[in-house]
């Protein structure tokens, strides 16, 4: 006999879950992300382990590469420091270009929190944009213009990331090519480039594909929000459709400097550690400036992987495996590479902590 009750496990009438059984299924999604973030937290914590602890000495002892350390001359030093200077004067240029009113110190205080929290927190170039783009908003800048910022300078970056290992590659080559152990490394690399650009390009091009990508980016750009200390904004697919029209009249007027500038802080980063090499010993008879530029493109596109914050551990692993190849030297190899990594993350890590806390405290 009817009732005008629902039969029991069935929905109400409206369709709709109970209040309940909602609340359930979104602690379990919020336990299962909770699980995640901790699950890549202790792979990445095994990765960086396994190569300072047990691949590295392996390679040089510690011992020795400390001797080479502890060597440097008063002159390398002061060069090494005005590299790095150098290379985090340019980081906020490419910002500046495609978002003139933020200036100078406003892109250097969003480049430097947002790199140095990629460097601790996991999630590689995606966090690091949605990182710049709740800070952006933070400071009023409108939506539709930090968006666009964010994308054209995270996709001229990732360009570089695919076309310098060609760049260089093609230049070993003609050098005389890679020694054999390498070239696998080498394919390694490309295929970590294609599969890290191609994509984002798809995406760019295919408004299918690209309204893909802004959901996919939308929770992120709420993290942001929140790490901020702003409501977060609304985001969606639709916001990055709305942005692709802005973007081509933009690129089109500002291409040009965009990627000079582009280079410049690239570049800047790669003297970093051509400077580091030379400064242990390592002579242009040894190590081709070809050879180090390979192996400098290459542990870029192993540190565009998210499997490690700010690619600890990647990075210094690739970068050893490709020198050692090519030049032999293993503790001086190591000590160039370590001081290298030393000068990208240490003062990065300090400015960016500093320029978080001030743009929190909204000053």
Known sequence: ??????????????????APLKAMFNLRSLRERRLGRLAGIGVSFVVIAIAFVFILPTIADYGGVWRHVRELSALWIVL????????????????????????????????????????????????????????LRSRNIPTRQAGLGVALTGLWNQLAILLFPLAALALVVAQGGLPGPLEWAAGVGVAVAVAVVVPVAVSLASPRHLRFLGERLAPLAAFAGRLAGRRPAAWSGENLLALRAEAVTLVRERWLALSLTTLANLLT????????????????????????????????????????PGGLGVVELGLVGMLVGFAGHDSQVV???LIYRFLSLVPTLVLGGIAGLTWKLGS
């Open 269 to 308: 980063g790669y003297l970093v550690l051509e400077l580091s090499l030379r400064a242990v010993g390592i002579g242009l008879g040894e190590l081709s400036l070809a050879e180090s530029f390979a192996a400098w493109s290459l542990g870029r596109l192993l540190g565009s992987a998210p499997i490690t």
């Open 1 to 18: 006999m009817g009732t005008g009750g629902a039969e029991p496990g069935s929905l109400p009438a409206s369709g709709r879950e109970p």
């Open 80 to 135: 090494l420091g005005a590299a790095t200077v150098l290379n985090v004067v340019t980081f906020p240029l490419p910002w500046m270009v495609v978002i003139p009113r933020l200036g100078f110190l406003g892109g250097l205080r969003v480049t430097q929190a947002s790199t140095a929290l990629i460097s601790v927190v996991p999630g590689g170039a995606p966090m690091g944009m949605a990182i710049s783009f709740g800070m």
């Open 335 to 337: 000590a160039g590479v």
